[in-house]
T-cell receptor, first 116, second 113 residues
Framework: DTEVTQTPKHLVMGMTNKKSLKCEQH?????MYWYKQKAKKPPELMFV???????INESVPSRFSPECPNSSLLNLHLHALQPEDSALYLC???????????????FGPGTRLTVT | LAKTTQPISMDSYEGQEVNITCSHN???????ITWYQQFPSQGPRFIIQ???TKVTNEVASLFIPADRKSSTLSLPRVSLSDTAVYYC??????????????FGPGTRLSVLP
């Protein structure tokens, strides 16, 4: 199974709502990532978890809160978002955080988020 | 920061070989070069990765000159289904706490019949 699944596929939320995005992989990967992608732009790295510990936080606003409950699951909790946060949110996983040690990333299909 | 540049778009015809070049003048010693393909409304898909010289797999080849300041993704005999955006990624997550792990701007390849 080389699949990364993400739910929901689409999400519309108001600026006062609280919602969560979910990501799951069963490849035994120990690194998991959250990316944000705006239309016609490349993915931008947000968070990296390595062995279930937050390794990198790319200066993301606190209204985005990641969580890694176990080695297969990754959540992104959303609260008080702004319309400019509307984007495609991608989850990815890799065998290891180091590119040279299996850093090939497997991406999920993404969650299309719209903030109204 | 190993900033990368790529052509914004390219057109090709079915059956032709396509070469997409990525420039990365400030590549660091430990940086690898990775290419991803992305279709609309899907996540990127890994194509190939290399450090130096030439790497080949079942779908593509990656050519890296000795100075490593550029790399070329080669897609043999493209088909309509190869129409997608191709991203060059240079860097390592652990380098500078991920700040150097940046996707290039992407090249939009259109394959025409």
């Amino acid at each position: 199974d080389t699949e990364v699944t993400q739910t929901p596929k689409h999400l519309v939320m108001g600026m006062t709502n609280k919602k969560s995005l979910k990501c799951e992989q069963h490849m035994g990967h120990r690194a998991m990532y959250w990316y944000k992608q705006k239309a016609k732009k490349p993915p931008e790295l947000m968070f990296v978890y390595s062995y279930e510990k937050l390794s990198i936080n790319e200066s993301v606003p606190s209204r985005f809160s990641p969580e890694c409950p176990n080695s297969s699951l990754l959540n992104l909790h959303l609260h008080a978002l702004q319309p400019e946060d509307s984007a495609l949110y991608l989850c990815a996983s890799s065998q290891d955080i180091r590119v040279a040690s299996g850093g090939e990333q497997y991406f999920g299909p993404g969650t299309r988020l719209t903030v109204t | 920061l190993a900033k990368t540049t790529q052509p914004i778009s390219m057109d090709s015809y079915e059956g032709q070989e396509v070469n997409i070049t990525c420039s990365h003048n400030n590549i660091a010693t430990n940086d690898y070069i990775t290419w991803y393909q992305q279709f609309p409304s899907q996540g990127p898909r890994f194509i190939i990765q290399g450090y130096k010289t030439k790497v080949t797999n079942e779908v593509a080849s990656l050519f890296i000159p000795a100075d490593r300041k550029s790399s070329t993704l080669s897609l043999p005999r493209v088909s309509l289904s190869d129409t997608a955006v191709y991203y060059c990624l240079v860097g390592d997550i652990e380098d500078n706490y991920g700040q150097n792990f940046v996707f290039g701007p992407g090249t939009r390849l259109s394959v025409l019949p």
